[in-house]
């Protein structure tokens, strides 16, 4: 089945309305929103990851791995536009989003098992993002041809998840270690707070695309949906093929379902000047993956009421 849009209109031609101060502003939300997770986040957490490697592993395994792997093999039946099968190798690169804590509590998943899984993906993803998308992206010969057009530094990808992922981590759970009283505090105002300045920056994008949207997304509807959803199936069969209990198996899901669609969008604009079916792509993930989850969520936590 092609994907191919028949429309003459140029794919990559299209510009999403983000200019450079609204990517140092997201740039500065996602860091902020990382800080916040850290907030919550001890060296106990770890430890009790460490303890139970099993359900560490499955983790990243379904995440890092096979989400890729899959991504790849769903690209080569479906075949979709070249700059759209190298947005979806990269939403597959990167890792959860934050919401998906907030998604696995709601969904009465193992809260504690996201938020250590977001803290041990944020740290593996300055090395495996990079790694993933450069490594399936050149598989592909689409997608190799885009990859060879632009210079795509891994040592400027490395630092630039540093600075808006790993630095704010390691601050956030370095506050939380010797100010532990003061975390807590700003833990309970700052991680609402910028979880809202992030859906109201995703808010206020899409309000200034909202023709590009219209006007285009038949285009990536059915890709957002389907790579999302399947997904979410991914975690939540590999997790159940380890036998690992309910809450983690729905937790596990979630992770591997909830993909970083701002990181994604940042990378795309830092690197592929914001190449159109990949910014477009990752732009209407942004949008959707907060619906699914939260639509999942509130599914589970209504199925499994206790």
Known sequence: MLLKTDSP?????????????????LNIALAVIM???????????????I??????????FSQFFMLPFLTFLAILVIKPHPSFALGMMMIAACPGGNVSNFFSKLGKGNAALSVSLTAFATLICIVMTPFNLQFWGSLYEPT??????????????????????????ILGMLLRHYK??????IEKILKPFSMLVFIVLIAIAFSENV?????????VLFLVIFHNIFAFLIGFYIAKAFGLEKKD????SMETGIQNGGLGLLLIFGFFGGLGGMALLAAFWGVWDIFSGMTLALYWSRRDKD
Not at 53 to 59: M, N, S
């Open 144 to 169: 190799d041809a885009i990859l060879k057009t632009v210079e795509l530094d891994p040592f400027e990808l490395f630092k630039l998840v540093s600075l808006i992922l790993g630095i704010p981590l």
């Open 180 to 185: 532990d009283v003061m975390a807590r505090k």
């Open 211 to 219: 023709d590009i949207f219209t006007e285009h997304i038949h285009h």
């Open 9 to 25: 209109i140029d794919i990559d031609a299209i510009r999403i309305n983000f200019s450079t101060d609204s990517l140092w502003i």
């Open 249 to 252: 198996v729905k937790t596990i």
């Open 51 to 60: 303890k139970k490697p099993k359900i560490l592993l499955v983790g990243i």
């Open 35 to 49: 800080f916040g997770v850290a907030l919550g986040i001890t060296l106990d957490d770890f430890r009790r990851l």
